[in-house]
């Protein structure tokens, strides 16, 4: 009796053992799951990828303006420091280095001051289309942004994610914002 007891407490021992051993290897594969897609939205972002981009940030209306914008998000770096991940959500520790949105926009700023009191744009101002103020506008965003003038900045981030029909999705973050987001809205908000 005694050796029945043994050999049963060592078979539930090692059905333990390797239970235990599956649901760490099944934890693994969603945070592997969880940095892949992470890293996928990041590189979309990095290579400018306008169908990522408008996943997450309503480029609006302005095609030029958009493709700008997402043409300096090559500046992009990141690295995942770490993830952990709890049944459907996920939390990404990642240090991200991005456009120094606050300086684009001191350079933008600077740039229209300069720009709008210049002889030449106060003989045009009057006779001038929204096109093509839009146009000139969008003009100095470019030479900014194309300068390298504008530089980046590091910041540690934490991003939430979540398994949504079998796939792992930004959630809640304001990661896409701080990327593109915040520097395209005060644009906007300039440029009206």
Do not use: H
């Not at 945070?31 to 990522?52: C, H, I, L, P, Y």
């Not at 209306?61 to 770490?82: Q, R, T, W």
């Not at 350079?107 to 000139?136: C, F, H, W």
């Amino acid at each position: 009796m005694r050796k029945t007891l043994k050999i049963l407490a060592v078979a539930m021992a090692a059905v333990s053992v390797l239970a235990l051993a599956a649901c760490g290897g099944n934890d693994e594969e969603k945070v592997q799951q969880a940095t892949q897609a992470f890293e996928t939205v990041m590189d979309g972002f990095k290579s400018g990828d306008t169908a990522v981009i408008e996943e997450y940030v309503d480029l609006g209306d302005d095609p030029e303006l958009g493709s700008a914008l997402a043409a300096s998000l090559g500046n992009i770096a990141y690295e995942v420091k770490s993830v952990t991940v709890s049944g459907n959500t996920a939390t990404v520790n990642a240090s991200i280095t991005s456009i120094d949105s606050s300086r684009l926009m001191q350079k933008y700023i600077e740039n229209v001051a300069a720009l709008v009191s210049s002889p030449d744009y106060q003989s045009k101002v009057g006779t001038m289309t929204k096109e093509e103020y839009d146009a000139l506008m969008n003009a100095q965003l470019i030479s900014i942004l194309s300068s390298g003038e504008v530089g980046t900045v590091t910041t540690d981030e934490t991003i939430e994610m979540t398994k949504e029909d079998g796939e792992w999705k930004l959630s809640g973050s304001s990661l896409p914002d701080k990327l593109i987001g915040n520097t395209l809205s005060a644009i906007k908000q300039i440029k009206q």
